[in-house]
């Protein structure tokens, strides 16, 4: 005869009957331990905010930067013609440090880099942006990522046949006011009634209008890719040229980007090759 006991839901117990000659019955005990299975649950971590470059367009961008602004919560872009003063600008956690700097870890292709490299690369080489925000998300990058952490992802070449695209603008800039000031006869004649000494050299130049003109800016991009099952590539250039409204001042950048990906072995090695190059010339 066999039946089996549960005690208090922790030890199983079976016990034996076994018959003898005699009428007294040994009892033999099997005492087996239950297991038991903790696990630890920490705080859950919060989704990364991924944005995609063609989703995010709203009219014309020539600056990569550009597409962060006013997109994701917590990342703000300061609104500054100097493209020195704009890279300064870009934060993601806020200004948090006195003495540290502020400006976010940039990743671009999981390769370290700066805002600098990425206000170079043009927005249509852009796949993708991966704004990392908390603390569990930036752990990876230890106190690099304390002011955040902007993961970049570049375009690749895919398989089919070779695509080439183009993209390029043009525009104008012009000044419509200025200010109110003296022409040379009327300063002339304020300075007489008021017995003030000028040294008058005779000219009446109107120095607003003598360093104003009209605003060029224009951008090109061309691209061309294509690939295999086992191969892809893609190779890009840009240039860009913005002169200013004030003469003598402007900027002109010339980028170019190539990326090679082999497949090998089955799939089983991944060889990738990528070459990025900016050349850049600021009027001041």
């Given at each position: ?5 549960y ?14 000659k005699r ?13 038991v299975?903790?696990?630890?649950v920490?705080?859950?971590?919060s ?11 709203r009219?014309?961008l020539?600056n ?7 997109q ?9 013609t ?36 990425l ?11 991966t ?15 304390a ?21 390029g ?29 000028i ?5 009446s130049?109107?120095?607003q209008?003598a ?25 890009a250039i840009s ?8 003469r003598?001042m ?8 190539v ?6 072995l ?7 090759l ?11």
């Open positions: 005869m066999q039946k089996k006991v005690l208090c839901n922790q030890i199983m117990s079976n016990q034996y009957l076994i018959p003898l009428t007294v019955p040994i009892i033999l005990m099997l005492l087996l331990p239950l297991a299975h903790a696990e630890i920490g705080p859950e971590v989704e990364a905010d991924t944005l995609r470059v063609e989703t995010s367009r009219g014309h020539t990569s930067l550009d597409v962060l602004n006013g994701t919560a917590g990342v703000t872009v300061g609104s500054n100097n493209p020195e003063a704009m890279l300064s600008s870009v934060r993601v956690r806020g200004n948090h440090s006195l003495t540290g700097g502020n400006e976010p870890l940039v990743m671009i292709d999981g390769m370290s880099s700066d805002l600098r490299t206000a170079t690369i043009f927005p249509g080489d852009i796949e993708s942006f704004i990392l925000k908390d603390a569990a998300q930036t752990a990876q990058y230890g106190a690099r990522g002011a955040g952490v902007i993961e970049v992802r570049t375009r690749r070449g895919a398989e089919g046949k070779i695509h080439v695209s183009y993209a603008n043009i525009g104008f800039a012009h000044a419509d006011k200025f200010l109110r000031m003296l022409n040379a006869d009327e300063y002339r004649s304020l300075a007489g009634s008021r017995g003030m000494a040294a008058d050299g005779g000219s130049t109107d120095w209008r360093i104003i003109r009209t605003g060029l800016v224009h951008n090109h991009h061309l691209a061309i890719g294509g690939g295999t099952e086992n191969s892809s590539y893609r190779g240039f860009s040229q913005n002169n200013s409204i004030v003598e402007g900027t002109r950048n010339l980028t170019a980007k990326d090679v990906t082999q497949h090998m089955s799939k089983r090695l991944t060889f990738d990528g070459l990025f190059g900016a050349l850049g010339h600021n009027h001041t």
